[in-house]
C-alpha cells in the first residue's frame, strides 16, 4: 500500500499563504482522485478540495473557493494545495487523501482508501 507524505504546514498569520504538498512513497501508475481533508480540533474531518488526474476535474468546498487551489504533477505524482488569505478558521490538521477515479464528486473521507499522517497548520488572527 503506497504511503502519502505531507508538508507545508506551519504557523502563519492572517492573510498569509501557505502551500501543502502531498507525495506518494512508492511509484504508481494509473489515474486517481486526489484530496485534501482538514480537522480542527474538536470536530469532523471536512472536505477541502479535490483533484481528479484522469481528467483535471477540480473541486472545493465553499469556505476555501476562490482562495485555495488544488494542482498536481503527474510525473511526480504529487499534489499540492496552495492557500491564500489565510484565515483563523482555516487552523486544523490537514490531510491528503487517494481514491479510485469517479465521475461525481467525491467529498467524504469514507470515498478515499489511502491516508497521509497530517500537517498542522496554525493561523494567528
Known amino acids: 500500500q503506497v504511503q502519502l507524505v505531507e508538508s507545508g504546514g506551519g504557523s502563519v498569520q492572517a492573510g498569509d499563504s501557505l502551500r501543502l504538498s502531498c507525495a506518494a512513497s512508492a511509484r504508481t501508475f494509473g489515474a486517481y482522485v486526489r484530496a485534501w481533508f482538514r480537522q480542527a480540533q474538536g470536530k469532523e474531518r471536512e472536505f477541502v478540495a479535490a483533484?481528479?488526474?484522469?481528467?483535471?476535474?477540480?473541486y472545493y468546498a465553499d469556505p476555501v473557493k476562490g482562495r485555495f487551489t488544488i494542482s498536481g504533477d503527474n510525473a511526480k505524482k504529487t499534489v499540492y494545495l496552495q492557500m491564500n488569505s489565510l484565515k483563523a478558521e482555516d487552523t486544523a490538521v490537514y490531510y491528503c487523501?487517494?481514491?479510485?477515479?469517479?465521475?461525481?464528486?467525491?467529498?467524504?473521507?469514507?470515498?478515499?482508501?489511502?491516508w497521509g499522517q497530517g500537517t498542522q497548520v496554525t493561523v494567528s488572527s
Open positions: 487523501a487517494r481514491g479510485w477515479v469517479a465521475h461525481y464528486q467525491k467529498t467524504t473521507a469514507d470515498d478515499y482508501r489511502d
Open positions: 483533484f481528479n488526474e484522469e481528467n483535471g476535474w477540480k
